[in-house]
């Protein structure tokens, strides 16, 4: 049962620095920032030995440092771990969901019943799959540099630096004659600061060994996501195979925990958080709060409304069209766009970025050197952002614009019809041309409760932005949206991939939906020319900056979240919220808690094979828990460890306090949440008796079937 999209506009997040955090009670000219206010995502290459060694009492010297980093894996838009010398890989449910859903066979349906290979052969091949282990990680700053520094334009030395960093990257791969699986990244830090070379072998033959069922993976759905307390069995299991098509034999891999964690017990987060804007200026963070991030969110909020409005009408067609995956994943990223807005209308937090701000012009100031070289940037950067500001209206009119999943097949053919069009005017060459009409005609229908859903969608976002007399309102010719859909509908011969078929060599230029998007698509061109222009500008002012700031704080200030690989420490601990206290972690009872309190269908059912509670489960194993440790979009998957390198859970989600992550890292009151190992054996075990998978966790070697692994347990 799908539930109505929660609010997310909350004290909580007016609160994220307590109940003494509001404009009445807090002097704001007194705040000053924190000293991880900048977070604590930590790089390999600038590990911070010294900092673990005396904040959590052990020795984090270089070789703990490089068995976590090659323990740890990226797989696409997720992050995993190796947890036996066989290649056997632990992540999310919810990282794998996609996959499992694509690896479905006739009469099957792994999404909804989960999935077991019961022996070595049943595991299954993802298609287009891979992942990713750092083999190394350094700084090549100087290197870069050395070529950036001799240009003299900012084109200049976005060209430099592309050459610079394709000259670093054919360096490192001289390292490795022959081998094909070798991928060598240079990624920016600070804004480009800082430049670090990240090698990683790839291993593309990844296979599916098991998924719980989504009601498990997902427990609660939609409406719990971003809170907590949380009951979710978010985890899945993968092999990672070698050219000769066996299991992948590796020595870095981390020991399953038998006990788990307690509070106050530190852990490390290992993954790849993707970007965030911490390092933005104070104006650069008043732009994106006050006319970027507004339409933005309002698009994602409309296209979920669709998609979740069609999947109530017909939810055996959604589950054919993956739907509720699409729709999980416009909410996620929706809600992200809730809490940044918020984050960022709290003045607390804004006084903050503040301080630090003037604490950094300072340092600049109080050096001549520094303040000749780079005393005016966070002021040549405030001057950028009139110009950002006048692009902000059109936003939220060309939002997913031509998004498959979330645009209607007929504004994705009109879309693709006007390039086709726009190309045979400039006479480009017959195989471009037909490329382009070959697009045109690949564009399927969609189920017409959707198809109508989604343009009605569109249409609104063009007449919220354009006014009366405008060519764009004029071409849509309708005052509502709903109207103007239905004329389309009907008058377009783009309306059914049929009918395009039998124009895609000369589409009318008079057809209805044609117009719209030929009166739209110049000023989508203007608008991202304009973008590109302020974007080249910003990004060598934001450079300059971040060499400022690590000439000031050295790497005491980690860099933004880039994807790359980070390690960040945390502890396991509880915080108060709504009047109440958040336990450090919960358990299988409180499952059962939320199934009998709210019932079937709704997002706390529980499958079959969980009711009655199978009799061996134990109900006060610990499930979920939390920590303070920094992680954002990108971490899920992520390996929490101890400093023993135990793997204790798996990172999947934030709650609502921690949405202001993006921006700035408040360890008060963010907490991120973990999927305990102690839950995952006791369900393998338990419930859905994945003898194979048990013994090769205790017993740390590959077993090719269920009656091999049975007789090596008993």
Same mark, same amino acid.
């Given at each position: 049962?799908?539930?109505?999209?929660?609010?997310?506009?909350?004290?909580?997040?007016?609160?994220?620095?307590?109940?003494?955090?509001?404009?009445?009670?807090?002097?704001?000219?007194?705040?000053?920032?924190?000293?991880?206010?900048?977070?604590?995502?930590?790089?390999?290459?600038?590990?911070?030995?010294?900092?673990?060694?005396?904040?959590?009492?052990?020795?984090?010297?270089?070789?703990?440092?490089?068995?976590?980093?090659?323990?740890?894996?990226?797989?696409?838009?997720?992050?995993?771990?190796?947890?036996?010398?066989?290649?056997?890989?632990?992540?999310?449910?919810?990282?794998?969901?996609?996959?499992?859903?694509?690896?479905?066979? #006739?009469?099957?349906?792994?999404?909804?019943?989960?999935?077991?290979?019961?022996?070595?052969?049943?595991? +299954?091949?993802?298609?287009?799959?891979?992942?990713?282990?750092?083999?190394?990680?350094?700084?090549?700053?100087?290197?870069?540099?050395?070529?950036?520094?001799?240009?003299?334009?900012?084109?200049?030395?976005?060209?430099?630096?592309?050459?610079?960093?394709?000259?670093?990257?054919?360096?490192?791969?001289?390292?490795?004659?022959?081998?094909?699986?070798?991928?060598?990244?240079?990624?920016?830090? /600070?804004?480009?600061?800082?430049?670090?070379?990240?090698?990683?072998?790839?291993?593309?033959?990844?296979?599916?060994?098991?998924?719980?069922?989504?009601?498990?993976?997902?427990?609660?759905?939609?409406?719990?996501?971003?809170?907590? #307390?949380?009951?979710?069995?978010?985890?899945?299991?993968?092999?990672?195979?070698?050219?000769?098509?066996? %299991?992948?034999?590796?020595?870095?891999?981390?020991?399953?925990?038998?006990?788990?964690?307690?509070?106050?017990?530190?852990?490390?987060?290992?993954?790849?958080?993707?970007?965030?804007?911490?390092?933005?200026?104070?104006?650069?963070?008043?732009?994106?709060?006050?006319?970027?991030?507004?339409?933005?969110?309002?698009?994602?909020?409309?296209?979920?409304?669709?998609?979740?409005?069609?999947?109530?009408?017909?939810?055996?067609?959604?589950?054919?069209?993956?739907?509720?995956?699409?729709?999980?994943?416009?909410?996620?990223?929706?809600?992200?766009?809730?809490?940044?807005?918020?984050?960022?209308?709290?003045?607390?937090?804004?006084?903050?970025?503040?301080?630090?701000?003037?604490?950094?012009?300072?340092?600049?100031?109080?050096?001549?050197?520094?303040? &000749?070289?780079?005393?005016?940037?966070?002021?040549?950067?405030?001057?950028?952002? %009139? +110009?950002?500001?006048?692009?902000?209206?059109?936003?939220?009119?060309?939002?997913?614009?031509?998004?498959?999943?979330?645009?209607?097949?007929?504004?994705?053919?009109?879309?693709?019809?006007?390039?086709?069009? &726009?190309?045979?005017?400039?006479?480009?060459?017959?195989?471009?041309?037909?490329?382009?009409?070959?697009?045109?005609?690949?564009?399927?229908?969609?189920?017409?409760?959707?198809? *109508?859903?989604?343009?009605?969608?569109?249409?609104?976002?063009?007449?919220?932005?354009? %006014?009366?007399?405008?060519?764009?309102?004029?071409?849509?010719?309708?005052?509502?949206?709903?109207?103007?859909?239905?004329?389309?509908?009907?008058?377009?011969?783009?309306?059914?991939?049929?009918?395009?078929?039998?124009?895609?060599?000369?589409?009318?230029?008079?057809?209805?939906?044609?117009?719209?998007?030929?009166?739209?698509?110049?000023?989508?061109?203007?608008?991202?020319?304009?973008? *590109?222009?302020?974007?080249?500008?910003?990004?060598?002012?934001?450079?300059?900056?971040?060499?400022?700031?690590?000439?000031?704080?050295?790497?005491?200030? #980690?860099?933004?979240?880039?994807?790359?690989? +980070?390690?960040?420490?945390?502890?396991?601990?509880?915080?108060? /919220?709504?009047?109440?206290?958040?336990?450090?972690?919960?358990?299988?009872?409180?499952?059962?808690?939320?199934?009998?309190?709210?019932?079937?269908?709704?997002?706390?059912?529980?499958?079959?094979?969980?009711?009655?509670?199978? %009799?061996?489960?134990?109900?006060?194993?610990?499930?979920?828990?939390?920590?303070?440790?920094?992680? /954002?979009?990108?971490?899920?998957?992520?390996?929490?460890?101890?400093?023993?390198?135990?793997?204790?859970?798996?990172?999947?989600?934030?709650?609502?306090?921690?949405?202001?992550?993006?921006?700035?890292?408040?360890?008060?009151?963010?907490?991120?949440?973990?999927?305990?190992?102690?839950?995952?054996? &006791?369900?393998?075990?338990?419930? /859905?008796?994945?003898?194979?998978?048990?013994?090769?966790?205790?017993?740390?070697?590959?077993?090719?079937?269920?009656? &091999?692994?049975?007789?090596?347990?008993?």
């Amino acid at each position: 049962m799908i539930k109505p999209l929660p609010s997310l506009r909350v004290a909580g997040l007016a609160l994220l620095l307590g109940a003494s955090a509001t404009t009445a009670q807090v002097n704001l000219d007194t705040i000053r920032p924190g000293r991880f206010d900048f977070g604590r995502m930590w790089t390999f290459e600038y590990a911070p030995a010294k900092y673990f060694t005396e904040t959590y009492g052990f020795t984090a010297d270089q070789a703990w440092f490089d068995r976590a980093r090659m323990s740890a894996l990226r797989i696409p838009g997720c992050s995993a771990s190796f947890v036996s010398p066989d290649g056997l890989v632990v992540t999310n449910h919810h990282c794998i969901r996609g996959a499992v859903a694509r690896l479905s066979q #006739p009469g099957e349906d792994l999404l909804d019943n989960g999935f077991y290979a019961r022996t070595l052969a049943e595991e +299954r091949r993802i298609p287009g799959y891979y992942a990713d282990q750092l083999l190394s990680a350094e700084d090549v700053s100087a290197e870069l540099f050395a070529v950036i520094d001799q240009a003299t334009t900012e084109e200049a030395r976005v060209q430099a630096r592309q050459e610079a960093a394709r000259a670093v990257q054919a360096r490192i791969a001289q390292r490795y004659p022959g081998d094909s699986s070798i991928q060598v990244q240079v990624v920016p830090l /600070y804004h480009g600061g800082r430049y670090s070379a990240y090698t990683f072998r790839r291993y593309t033959d990844v296979r599916l060994v098991s998924a719980v069922e989504l009601q498990l993976g997902f427990f609660g759905g939609d409406p719990d996501n971003f809170t907590y #307390p949380r009951h979710d069995l978010d985890f899945g299991f993968l092999r990672v195979y070698g050219a000769d098509g066996k %299991p992948v034999r590796t020595d870095h891999y981390f020991g399953w925990s038998e006990q788990g964690v307690q509070e106050d017990d530190v852990v490390f987060v290992i993954g790849n958080p993707a970007s965030t804007n911490r390092l933005l200026t104070t104006t650069q963070l008043e732009t994106r709060r006050d006319v970027m991030l507004p339409p933005l969110e309002r698009a994602y909020d409309q296209r979920i409304r669709a998609l979740w409005d069609f999947y109530r009408e017909d939810p055996q067609t959604g589950n054919q069209l993956d739907l509720r995956n699409a729709a999980f994943g416009l909410s996620n990223t929706w809600k992200q766009y809730v809490g940044q807005i918020d984050a960022l209308d709290n003045e607390v937090i804004m006084a903050r970025k503040a301080a630090a701000e003037r604490e950094l012009q300072d340092s600049l100031n109080a050096k001549p050197a520094l303040r &000749e070289r780079y005393g005016t940037l966070i002021a040549r950067i405030a001057a950028l952002q %009139p +110009r950002a500001r006048e692009l902000g209206p059109l936003y939220g009119a060309f939002a997913l614009w031509g998004s498959g999943a979330h645009e209607s097949a007929l504004f994705q053919r009109a879309i693709a019809a006007h390039a086709l069009l &726009e190309a045979s005017a400039r006479n480009v060459p017959a195989d471009s041309s037909a490329a382009l009409a070959a697009q045109l005609t690949r564009i399927g229908d969609k189920p017409a409760g959707l198809e *109508r859903r989604q343009l009605i969608v569109r249409l609104q976002d063009l007449l919220a932005t354009f %006014p009366a007399g405008h060519p764009v309102r004029q071409a849509i010719g309708a005052a509502s949206a709903e109207a103007a859909a239905d004329r389309l509908l009907a008058q377009s011969v783009l309306a059914t991939a049929a009918g395009t078929a039998r124009v895609a060599q000369a589409v009318p230029r008079t057809d209805p939906a044609l117009a719209i998007v030929a009166a739209a698509v110049p000023i989508l061109n203007d608008l991202t020319a304009k973008q *590109r222009q302020l974007a080249v500008q910003e990004s060598d002012l934001a450079a300059q900056l971040g060499r400022a700031r690590f000439e000031v704080y050295g790497t005491a200030v #980690p860099s933004d979240g880039t994807g790359s690989p +980070r390690i960040a420490d945390g502890v396991v601990k509880s915080y108060e /919220y709504n009047g109440t206290l958040a336990p450090p972690y919960t358990t299988f009872y409180g499952v059962y808690d939320l199934y009998y309190a709210h019932g079937p269908d709704t997002d706390w059912n529980l499958p079959a094979r969980w009711l009655p509670p199978p %009799p061996d489960l134990d109900l006060s194993t610990p499930l979920n828990f939390i920590s303070t440790a920094d992680t /954002y979009g990108g971490n899920s998957g992520s390996p929490a460890v101890t400093r023993n390198l135990e793997l204790v859970g798996l990172n999947f989600d934030r709650n609502i306090e921690g949405l202001s992550r993006n921006f700035i890292f408040l360890p008060e009151r963010g907490r991120n949440i973990m999927v305990d190992v102690r839950a995952i054996r &006791e369900a393998l075990d338990d419930v /859905y008796d994945a003898d194979r998978i048990v013994m090769e966790l205790r017993n740390h070697r590959v077993y090719a079937s269920e009656a &091999e692994a049975d007789a090596a347990k008993k």
